[in-house]
T-cell receptor, first 114, second 112 residues
Framework: DADVTQTPRNRITKTGKRIMLECSQT?????MYWYRQDPGLGLRLIYY???????NKGEISDGYSVSRQAQAKFSLSLESAIPNQTALYFC?????????????FGPGTRLTVL | SQQGEEDPQALSIQEGENATMNCSYK?????LQWYRQNSGRGLVHLIL?????REKHSGRLRVTLDTSKKSSSLLITASRAADTASYFC????????????FGGGTRLMVKP
């Protein structure tokens, strides 16, 4: 089973709708991240959380919010989706202990906003 | 703005040839990492090189780091068709915790 899972894997929605993307991990890591990737580009950090109750804005947090419900779960919400939020979204985890510098990625959620 | 910039943006080679990708960055770093992404999938960590290291090997991968030039290179030797993917460098900057800043990637195609 995958260590970092994301649901849904694909989502098509309409402008103005509220969308939640979920991420779960079984790696026991304390740190979790949300990134977006646009075609042909690298990843940009949206939000990150170093433990439960710790939430930090990344490079492009406007239009997004997050919730760290438990150490293993980190969800990303688009309160009112707009077409330029169409992208591939990735969740990642890392461990502040042992391999703290390496991030482990989920399979991604492809979001299309019409 | 992106910390890392890869060069070239795209690279096409024949199976068996070596592939070299370069990454340049702007600010001081703790370490630099290389990740691989198969089309539309999540990134997979390949190798990490710390700021006090100059070269590192892992199987067919060789990474160099020149902190004076703020640049790194990833060499894949004896490439295989299965190496076809996008490769990203990511920097862990000083005083930025465990946050990584990714470059735009190099798309590598290895022709059989």
């Amino acid at each position: 089973d995958a260590d970092v899972t994301q649901t849904p894997r694909n989502r098509i929605t309409k402008t103005g709708k509220r969308i939640m993307l979920e991420c779960s991990q079984t790696k026991g890591h304390d740190r979790m991240y949300w990134y977006r990737q646009d075609p042909g580009l690298g990843l940009r950090l949206i939000y990150y959380s170093f433990d439960v109750k710790d939430i930090n804005k990344g490079e492009i947090s406007d239009g997004y919010s997050v919730s760290r419900q438990a150490q293993a779960k980190f969800s990303l919400s688009l309160e009112s989706a707009i077409p330029n939020q169409t992208a591939l979204y990735f969740c990642a985890t890392s461990d502040s202990g042992g391999t703290g510098d390496t991030q482990y990625f989920g399979p991604g959620t492809r979001l299309t906003v019409l | 703005s992106q910390q890392g910039e890869e060069d070239p943006q795209a690279l096409s080679i024949q199976e068996g040839e070596n592939a070299t990708m370069n990454c340049s960055y702007k600010t001081s770093i703790n370490n630099l990492q290389w990740y691989r992404q198969n089309s539309g999938r999540g990134l997979v960590h390949l190798i990490l090189i710390r700021s006090n290291e100059r070269e590192k090997h892992s199987g067919r991968l060789r990474v160099t780091l020149d902190t004076s030039k703020k640049s790194s290179s990833l060499l894949i030797t004896a490439s295989r068709a299965a190496d076809t993917a996008s490769y990203f460098c990511a920097t862990d900057r000083h005083n930025a915790g465990n946050m990584l800043t990714f470059g735009g990637g190099t798309r590598l195609m290895v022709k059989p």
